[in-house]
């Protein structure tokens, strides 16, 4: 019951959400309908209103995992007419694995993944990402975003940013081509967010003790 009041109150807040912020697209020629479609964890919440505006032109499958955060965020894509796939933590079953990547084949269909996620660590993709864009032939698409005016749960791992209402949502699309797991893209941040980083605070301290 806790748990069904809990995504009740996400729904709400989402549909407050969509009424009072105003968003803001950068380079959204990037997406073509027929992308693999990567985000950071943290924006998760705010990425079902982008979704939304995704779906209505083309179909988004959004990968998830069968935990309860995963049901979370599926009972919220499916509130927003959006279609869930779930799949292990570490990798996809070859069954699951197949139907993804037949799944792209169909030029109005993408799909969508985590990057990070579901345990981090944080702005560092994950090889499925990579391996989803390769072998399917098809166009990874990294989505940031940038808030206005937001709460960041520093308590948790992906340092969740919750969108305030009547705030602007700054989203950008980068288009890095057919990914290769043996040379992957290095994925964009928002400028504002790279102190924030793992490969940043990691190349800072590196800078650090050459210095020494």
Request: charged share 25%; aromatic share 10%; hydrophobic share 35%.
């Amino acid at each position: 019951m806790r748990k069904k009041i809990g995504r009740y109150l996400a729904y709400g807040y989402l549909k407050l959400l969509e009424k009072t912020v105003q968003i803001e697209w950068e380079k959204p020629e990037n997406y073509k309908g027929n992308n693999v479609v990567g985000f950071w964890h943290e924006d998760s919440l705010a990425m079902n209103l982008v979704l939304k505006s995704l779906t209505r032109d083309a179909a988004v499958s959004v990968l998830v995992t069968p935990d309860d955060q995963g049901e979370n965020i599926r009972y919220l894509l499916e509130q927003y007419g959006g279609d869930a796939v779930k799949i292990g933590f570490g990798f996809c079953n070859a069954g699951t694995l197949k139907e993804i990547l037949e799944s792209l084949k169909d030029r109005r269909r993408s799909v969508a993944i985590a990057m990070d996620g579901p345990f981090g660590p944080r702005h560092i993709p994950k090889k499925l990402t990579y391996f989803l864009s390769e072998k399917s032939k098809t166009e990874l698409v990294g989505v940031t975003v940038r808030y206005s005016r937001e709460i960041s749960l520093s308590g948790q791992w992906d340092h969740c940013h919750i969108p305030l209402p009547f705030s602007k949502i700054t989203v950008r699309f980068d288009n890095y081509g057919v990914a290769a797991c043996q040379c992957p893209p290095r994925i964009r941040l928002y400028q504002d967010e790279r102190q924030y980083s793992i490969m940043e605070l990691a190349s800072g301290m590196v800078r650090q003790r050459q210095m020494m």
